[in-house]
């Protein structure tokens, strides 16, 4: 009988051509064996590199923590649900520990050496403002997730930012003072780049609310007692006081206004919305208002309001793994969305196709607020973004 592996012109010698066969078998096998792996090694899809750049050591270390800890946390979710547009995403990030220079330098490297797509950071406006010039010149898509409205404004290119700015938290403040007829105030700030910009916006925008400043004290972020500086203030007439600042310092201020028997109803920046805050400060933050993210207080929002789905996901991820939120790591969460959405649209990486589709953001849901960019603004966002919140039993709750 006829094997079925040899043809019927062979059969009179079976035995050779069965080895011939034999081999052109293993030829075949070894050659779609290669075929598979060089199919494989096309097919393997080039990550998608987004930068970081954040203060994750420091005096800005309760900003710069939670906003790592939010992408790495983002990153692998969006990972284990196939990437974006069938690219896995690499996350390549440093810490600056707050410092502008070092910030600088690690950016020259996220473009020039590490070859990202994208950067996300600038946990601090000081570390924004420093890269603007090097990502403007490399035209570089990039997202800070600091305060100083000078980021955006005026508007440049590449520069777009998920944070509200500290002009939008002046005028929530002014606005609440004069809604409790307290028209006389006195400010006290920091010697950062967040603290002296919203200093400035104070300054330009509290006329237009009928508010005059009856004290305009300063201190150094790494000083341990304001109570000179305090001392001043209580010796005017002012009837409240407003720190603008960051780190530990305000829960210095804090605690320092209560130890000096100064009972004036206090008011301080978004650059204190974190629990870190509250935990410093101790019971002299009783009272304490200041405008924050809706995210501090997601469980208070009615259910109709669009936002608390959205926060209320994000919460209860983060926490799960890492404790309670942050504004902060509500910034890295809104900008990571951002990009991923705008990369998506754009169908690629290209910089410039990407660049335009962060600018044509519409309706995006976030931690901060519902973004709705434009060529003439790059963050989206207005007052309404903010909820003035007032610090009660050492917990965050909505001033009606």
């Known amino acids: 009988m006829r094997s079925d592996y040899l043809p019927a012109s062979r059969a009179g010698t079976p035995a050779r051509l069965k080895l011939r066969d034999r ?97 996300i950071g600038g946990t601090t406006s000081g570390d924004s403002l420093a890269v603007i010039p090097e990502v403007e010149k490399a035209g570089m898509p990039f997202i800070s997730l600091a305060a100083a409205v000078e980021i955006i404004e005026p508007v440049k290119p590449w520069v777009f930012k998920v944070a509200p700015t500290d002009r939008m938290a002046a005028a929530r403040i002014l606005a609440d003072l004069r809604q409790r007829n307290l028209t006389r105030l006195a400010l006290i700030s920091g010697d950062g780049g967040f603290d002296k910009s919203g200093r400035e916006q104070l300054l330009a925008l509290a006329p237009q609310y009928g508010i005059t400043l009856v004290a305009d004290e300063f201190y150094g ?8 500086q305090l001392a001043k203030i209580r010796a005017t007439d002012a009837q409240a006081i407003l720190n603008f600042g960051f780190g530990q310092a305000p829960a210095i201020v804090t605690r320092n206004i209560k130890q000096l028997g100064i009972t004036l109803p206090l008011y301080h920046s978004h650059g204190v919305a974190s629990r ?35 926060l209320l996901a994000y919460q209860q991820r983060y926490q799960a793994a890492h404790g309670p939120v942050s504004t902060f790591g509500g ?31 519409q309706g995006l849901i976030g931690t901060a607020g519902i973004f709705n960019l434009s060529p003439a603004d790059h963050l989206g966002l207005g007052t309404e973004a903010f909820r003035l919140v007032e610090i009660r039993g050492g917990n965050w709750h909505i001033v009606n």
Request: hydrophobic share 45%; no cysteine.
């Open 23 to 119: 081999l052109a078998i293993w030829r075949t096998a070894l050659l779609a064996m290669l075929l598979g792996l060089v199919v494989t090694w096309a097919g393997a899809a080039e990550p998608i590199r987004i930068g970081a750049f954040l203060a994750v050591t420091g005096p800005a270390s309760f900003l710069g923590d939670p906003e790592l800890k939010t992408l790495q946390m983002g990153i692998a979710e969006i990972n284990a649900q196939g990437g974006v547009i069938g690219r896995p995403l690499e996350l390549i990030h440093y810490d600056t520990g707050g410092n502008a220079r070092e910030a600088v330098n690690f950016v020259k490297r996220l473009i020039r050496k590490d070859n990202v797509d994208l950067i």
């Open 221 to 228: 972020n790494k000083d341990t007692d304001m109570s000179a």
């Open 276 to 310: 870190t805050f509250i935990e410093l400060a101790g019971d002299a933050a009783e009272g304490a208002r200041l405008p924050a993210a809706a995210l501090v207080v997601a469980e208070q929002l009615p259910d109709g309001d669009p936002q608390k789905p959205v």
């Open 331 to 361: 910034h890295g969460y809104d900008s990571l969305r951002m990009a991923v959405a705008a990369i998506t649209r754009a169908g690629s990486t290209d910089k410039a196709k990407v660049r335009e589709q962060i600018e044509k953001t």
